[in-house]
């Protein structure tokens, strides 16, 4: 045998078993982003390497390590996209949607990051997105955080997750604060680790969001960002903690909580559980006031929220939610000698017209009669038909009922009633 060929790490294929509750979730999705008026935007995967570069950071994981990136065949520097928002607001600005008075997007399609595999990370993952643009009010914000939540409560997941947000401010605020920190930080080098000390002139605010447990204790000290931001984010921010406790929704201010992307500012956020280690954010979202600017359109606000699929799924399969099992096969024909063959396809064909929705499985393999009905009851398949030269005979089939194991023959007419009355009721 030759030496076979696996994936590449951090790389998975899904079956039917996830893909249920992937289709499950993407109804939901659908269902809940209509009813705030977005509409579906399809991005390409690849974009030019600039884009990210000039987006992101230099100085942040993505940038630094994570990208996937090549020359195709004529020399242009591409990358497989390590997020959405980038290429979503490229898109809008090549094809003047705002003009049009398109505000609202969302997508859902695989990201690609070079990351250390494990548990909720992965090198291929998928993320719905979602970007509001135009809008500089914290109204949008909270109703991102209503749609959020709504999301949960429709998926039976609110009680898992806990909101945490924070507000960064605006660039120069951030600048003054910067210098604090860092003084701070170098008090303290000594309890960095050393991917931390590379940051510490670099991207200082990676450190706030380190998950060393002893880091994270020496930052209870640190200075707050909260104590540099201007008075107008302030009570915005403020503002928006109020709607969010008058809407009833629990959240938890957390003010080392920025994000990993420089692009941000004002309201960040994220949605966490504390079921799955450290890989606890289901949920990252912020407001970007510059980047539509910074990739070359007129100034417009934006604020957008990712929701890490391979995480959430994790999450659901944690509570054992969705337990209902769907049937793989409805009904399972199985012809008996080769020349009955024909009749069994004609009979599915004629199932297929008459009911579309059914999954009609025709049984073409080798396999004995009995393993026959076993992979019919494991696909949990309500009724096998059977079709042998005694049935073509007598002009009738013999059912199989797979649950109640009870036998009868029925001719075609009364076979599609039977049909009908198992499925359609
Ligand atoms: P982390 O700190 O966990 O690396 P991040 O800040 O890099 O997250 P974002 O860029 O904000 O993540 O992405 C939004 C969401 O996408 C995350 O909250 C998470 O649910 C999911 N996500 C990000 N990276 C991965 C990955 N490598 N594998 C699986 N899901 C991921
Ligand atoms: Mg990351």
């Not at 009680?159 to 401010?169: A, D, M, R, T, Y």
């Not at 050393?194 to 940051?199: G, L, P, T």
């Not at 403020?238 to 929704?249: A, F, K």
Request: net charge positive; with cysteine; charged share 25%.
């Amino acid at each position: 045998m030759n030496k076979k060929i696996n994936s590449i790490r951090g790389m998975h294929d899904y079956f039917s078993e996830d893909l249920d509750i992937w289709h499950k979730l993407e109804k939901v999705f659908k269902q809940v982003l209509n009813s705030y008026s977005y509409e579906e935007i399809r991005l390409p995967i690849l974009e030019r390497t600039e884009i990210f570069q000039r987006a992101i950071g230099d100085v942040t994981d993505i940038i630094e390590k994570e990208m996937y990136s090549f020359h195709d065949k004529k020399g242009n520097n591409l990358t497989l996209r390590p997020e959405g928002t980038v290429g979503c607001v490229r898109a809008i600005i090549q094809n003047n949607l705002l003009c049009k008075k398109k505000l609202k997007f969302w997508y859902l399609g695989p990201m690609f990051r070079y990351e250390r595999p494990q548990k909720g990370r992965y090198r291929q993952f998928y993320q719905l997105g979602a970007e509001v643009f135009g809008l500089n009010t914290t109204d949008i914000d909270l109703e991102i955080i209503l749609l959020t939540n709504r999301l949960w409560k429709i998926l039976g997941i609110n009680f898992h997750l806990i909101l945490e947000v924070n507000s960064i401010g605006s660039q120069l605020d951030r600048i003054k604060y910067q210098k604090e920190l860092v003084l701070f930080l170098e008090k303290n080098k000594s309890f960095l680790d050393e991917e931390s000390k590379q940051r510490l002139y670099s991207n200082p605010f990676r450190i706030l969001d380190s998950k060393n447990l002893n880091i994270q204790h020496i930052l209870n000290k640190a200075p707050l960002l909260s104590n540099y931001i201007n008075k107008k984010s302030l009570n915005q921010f403020n503002n928006l903690c109020h709607m969010i406790n008058l809407y009833g929704i629990k959240y938890k201010y957390n003010p080392n909580l920025i994000r990993g992307l420089d692009y941000y500012n004002d309201t960040v956020f994220e949605w966490k559980t504390d079921r799955l280690g450290s890989q606890n954010t289901i949920c990252a979202g912020g407001r970007y006031n510059s980047l539509v600017e910074e990739l070359g359109g007129i100034k417009t606000s934006a604020i957008g929220f990712a929701i890490g699929i391979e995480r959430l799924i994790l999450l659901i399969k944690s509570l054992n939610i969705f337990s209902i099992k769907i049937a793989r096969i409805n009904i399972y024909i199985i012809f008996i000698g080769e020349e009955n063959k024909i009749h069994a396809i004609n009979l599915s064909e004629e199932i297929r017209d008459r009911y579309p929705e059914l999954k009609t499985f025709v049984s073409f393999s080798n396999l004995s009669l009995s393993k026959k009905i076993k992979h019919a009851v494991e696909s949990l398949s309500r009724i096998a038909i059977l079709i042998g030269a005694n049935e073509i005979k007598k002009k009738c089939y013999l059912i199989k009922e797979l649950e109640t194991k009870k036998e009868f023959y029925l001719f075609k007419s009364e076979l599609m009633l039977k049909i009908n009355n198992i499925f359609r009721r």
